[in-house]
């Protein structure tokens, strides 16, 4: 009987975990969840445009981020970045997670990495992202922002795309982080 209830207990607390982990990863939110979110939006618009102008105040066009993408989608698969150098605004050298891939470079996938750092990855691809995520609604677009106080670049970016969810299981959602290189 005892053995019946422990393990009764492991099972609904293993249950409990799994629907937590299923939540983080793939959110949908409850009616009043984004009745909240709602209310929250031009909170979240005053944060980006602190963020974007603290940005652009004190950072220079010459900087290097440490990157780490929790990919949802394929385009990770192709390119996992580590690190990006930025001069003068544009990406000059990206380094690849793979010492190895280092070394093999200059080929028709390195020159979709590039245009996929540039594109999606730049600081300020991310500002208008995250703008077009706030402008599509929590209903539509579950966002999870953070950024850096002193320098307003985007430390952590969660985007979840709730329609995609719906339709689809994979590649809806994706997590970037970055870390300045001092």
Same mark, same amino acid.
């Given at each position: 009987?005892?053995?019946?209830?422990?393990?009764?207990?492991?099972?609904?607390? $293993?249950? #409990?975990?799994?629907?937590? #982990?299923?939540?983080? $990863?793939?959110?949908?939110?409850?009616?009043?969840?984004?009745?909240?979110?709602?209310?929250?939006?031009?909170? +979240?618009?005053?944060?980006?445009?602190?963020?974007?102008?603290?940005?652009?105040?004190?950072?220079?066009? =010459?900087?290097? !981020?440490?990157?780490? #993408?929790?990919?949802?989608?394929?385009?990770?698969? $192709?390119?996992?970045?580590?690190?990006?150098?930025?001069?003068?605004?544009?990406?000059?050298? !990206?380094?690849?997670?793979?010492?190895?891939?280092? +070394?093999?470079?200059? =080929?028709?996938? =390195?020159?979709?990495?590039? =245009?996929?750092?540039?594109?999606?990855?730049?600081?300020?691809?991310? !500002?208008?992202?995250?703008?077009?995520?706030?402008?599509?609604?929590?209903?539509? #677009?579950?966002?999870?922002?953070?950024?850096?106080?002193?320098?307003?670049?985007?430390?952590?970016?969660?985007?979840?795309?709730?329609?995609?969810?719906?339709?689809?299981?994979?590649?809806?959602?994706?997590?970037?982080?970055?870390?300045?290189?001092?």
């Amino acid at each position: 009987m005892r053995k019946r209830i422990v393990t009764a207990i492991m099972l609904g607390m $293993l249950a #409990i975990i799994i629907f937590l #982990i299923y939540r983080d $990863l793939f959110p949908v939110l409850s009616p009043f969840e984004i009745q909240q979110a709602k209310k929250a939006l031009p909170l +979240e618009q005053e944060r980006l445009l602190n963020a974007m102008s603290v940005w652009r105040e004190r950072s220079n066009s =010459d900087y290097q !981020f440490r990157v780490e #993408i929790t990919p949802g989608y394929s385009t990770y698969v $192709l390119c996992p970045i580590s690190q990006i150098t930025y001069k003068n605004g544009e990406v000059v050298t !990206f380094e690849y997670l793979s010492s190895k891939r280092n +070394e093999t470079r200059e =080929d028709e996938t =390195d020159n979709y990495c590039r =245009d996929f750092v540039e594109n999606r990855l730049s600081m300020e691809a991310l !500002f208008k992202e995250i703008q077009a995520d706030l402008n599509a609604g929590p209903e539509n #677009i579950f966002l999870k922002v953070e950024y850096d106080p002193d320098y307003g670049f985007v430390s952590s970016y969660k985007h979840v795309d709730i329609n995609c969810i719906k339709r689809h299981s994979t590649g809806c959602h994706w997590v970037y982080r970055f870390e300045i290189v001092r």
